[in-house]
């Protein structure tokens, strides 16, 4: 927690260095109207240009937060970017520019550039945050939004240092070229490089294996003379399949569904959800994956002073948890963990034998609890959902627990109300959010 | 690091940095600006300073060693060159004088000779 705070604190820092340097440096005029509005357009351009940073896949920043995390947090700070800048012309308009500044049309064209990048900005932020209702698809998001996020900088860049008074003093300047140069190259290694270097390392894929019903895991190999990345169980990556046969070449993120204790692969095992993951059947063994990993904070591995687990799982939100069973199962940890599985129906169960063999097994100490909601007629077991009354008749006493929630979004907003209902703390309850963009 | 917790921590992030922002530019505003009547004091003391007033009175037209520049922005002309009166003109005597007056250019900054010019202005 103390890394996170140093790294927040630096952000903040970062974010108002250039308003600091002008306050004291830059010249200044009588109105705290005007003060207020380059002000916010100076924190507004440094908050833009750490997007870029926020969203690289840093490994520096990521670890302190886990990836979720720090998504939802480069999505707020866009917000909160919008904002600033919205408020940067309407100020300059209230303190003696004049309605002119905002809907005059005979205007300098570095006006122009600034109101393009706040339009621009402003549409962007609308795309991420309504993709779902815009029914624009996860890929052709990325696309948009790799496009139009460097096009903003520029040109708020240009507007900038052509209209601002205090981008006349060289310690502003500074600052800003300072900043362009971190992002470009950032930018571009991200988008560029990175996933080049990654493609030229990329794994084979060794196995196809179907699990349940529209379930696959897919086993990967790293290249000759390579190491899997290190990984935590319960961790995730990101995988570029390149298969040809005309299939998508597109960068999705999956969980880990082996453990880093079984050497020599890496495997995912991914659900039909009728996107991209509906080709997911036809790769084959031999084909290529680019793999860049591991993210996330959803591990026991964190904290292994926990030794009494409660896993809460919804259909394919099993996966990262069965990456830590078989990491205990490896490890012969003794911890207890009690495990309520949700599905539909007796076909839809991903890993019920190795699941059961692992219970059998004793290490770790395991119970499984499997729950359907629509079972077939000779199911013996429990019918219904998790909620807040399965998980106390299974539980017991909470106290000491730590609660383990993956599963698809209804799953998890149930069961985390009923964990509240119960009296757990937040603290002891640990999410995986795994789309990015709800 | 969790959900509520990233609640907590964007909304400290926001208003620590809108407050920093507004502290600054609310400084910037009040205390640096030498605003309106500062400014003319501001202007006064540094034709003091500068040794102006060594040459020049500002309250008659007489010559001390220089020419008197009391109303000067109110004349069409310059007292000893003759130019039409107008800040260009007393910048470039301040930087490049008609005659005998010293020169301060490298003594005065534009925005200090900014001040000066806007004092003599109010004379």
Redesign the interface.
């Known amino acids: 927690?103390g890394g996170?705070l140093l790294r927040?604190i630096l952000?903040?820092a970062v974010?108002?260095l250039p308003?600091?340097a002008?306050?004291?440096l830059?010249?200044?005029?009588?109105?705290?109207l005007?003060?207020?509005a380059?002000?916010?357009a100076?924190?507004g351009f440094m908050i833009l240009v750490l997007q870029v940073v926020l969203a690289a896949r840093i490994k520096w920043i990521e670890r302190?937060?886990?990836f979720d995390?720090l998504i939802?947090?480069h999505k707020?700070?866009a917000v909160?970017a919008v904002l600033?800048l919205l408020a940067h012309p309407l100020l300059l308009a209230l303190s003696g520019g004049g309605w002119r500044l905002l809907i005059g049309l005979d205007l300098p064209w570095y006006i122009y550039a600034g109101k393009a990048a706040l339009v621009l900005l402003a549409l962007n932020v609308l795309a991420s945050l309504y993709q779902d209702r815009l029914r624009l698809k996860f890929e052709q998001w990325r696309s948009l939004h790799a496009f139009t996020a460097p096009l903003v900088i520029v040109l708020a860049f240009t507007h900038s240092w052509v209209a601002g008074d205090d981008l006349e003093t060289a310690s502003l300047r500074t600052i800003w070229l300072v900043m362009l140069c971190l992002a470009v190259p950032v930018f571009a290694y991200h988008r560029f490089f990175r996933p080049l270097r990654l493609k030229q390392r990329a794994f084979r894929v060794v196995e196809v294996r179907p699990e349940a019903e529209d379930v696959h895991t897919v086993k990967l190999a790293p290249p000759e003379g390579e190491e899997i990345p290190d990984y935590l169980p319960g961790q995730f990556h990101f995988v570029t399949f390149y298969r040809g046969r005309g299939l998508p070449v597109e960068e999705h993120h999956w969980t880990i569904s082996s453990s880093p204790t079984e050497k020599g692969f890496i495997s995912s095992t991914i659900k039909n959800l009728g996107d991209f993951t509906s080709t997911i059947w036809m790769t084959k063994t031999g084909d290529r994956a680019a793999v860049h990993g591991a993210f996330g904070?959803f591990s026991y591995a964190l904290h292994l002073e926990e030794k009494d687990l409660v896993f809460l799982a919804g259909g394919i939100g099993i996966t990262p948890l069965m990456s830590m069973l078989r990491h205990m199962r490896d490890t012969g940890d003794t911890r207890s963990v009690l495990l309520l599985y949700a599905n539909r129906n007796e076909d839809q169960i991903v890993f019920q034998k190795e699941l059961s063999e692992i219970e059998a097994g004793g290490r770790p100490a395991l119970e499984v609890v499997h729950v359907l909601s629509r079972p077939g007629e000779i199911w013996q077991g429990e019918t219904g959902h998790i909620d807040r009354d399965r998980i106390l008749e299974h539980c017991g006493e909470l106290k000491g627990k730590v609660f383990y929630v993956c599963g698809p979004p209804a799953m998890r907003q149930s069961v985390v109300t009923g964990l509240r209902e119960l009296g757990v703390p937040?603290?002891a309850?640990?999410?995986e959010?795994f789309s990015f963009l709800d | 690091m969790r959900k509520t917790d990233l609640k907590r921590t964007t909304t400290g992030v926001v208003i620590v940095i809108t407050c920093i922002v507004l502290l600054l530019g609310a400084f910037r505003a009040l205390v640096r600006a030498p605003a309106g009547l500062a400014e003319k004091e501001a202007g006064a003391a540094l034709f003091q300073e500068t040794g102006c007033t060594q040459c020049h009175y500002t309250d008659s037209r007489e010559t001390r060693i220089g020419p008197g520049l009391e109303d000067l922005f109110e004349r069409e002309t310059l007292p000893a060159s003759g130019r039409p009166v107008s800040e260009e003109n007393v910048r470039r005597q301040l930087e490049s004088p008609y005659e005998n007056m010293p020169s301060f250019a490298d003594e005065l900054d534009r925005e200090q000779m900014n001040l000066i010019i806007d004092y003599l202005k109010t004379l």
């Open positions: 927690m996170a927040i952000y903040a974010v108002v308003v600091a002008a306050a004291f830059g010249e200044s005029s009588p109105s705290v005007h003060e207020a380059r002000s916010m100076l924190a302190a937060f886990g995390i939802r947090f707020h700070m909160f600033l904070r937040d603290r309850v640990r999410l959010i």
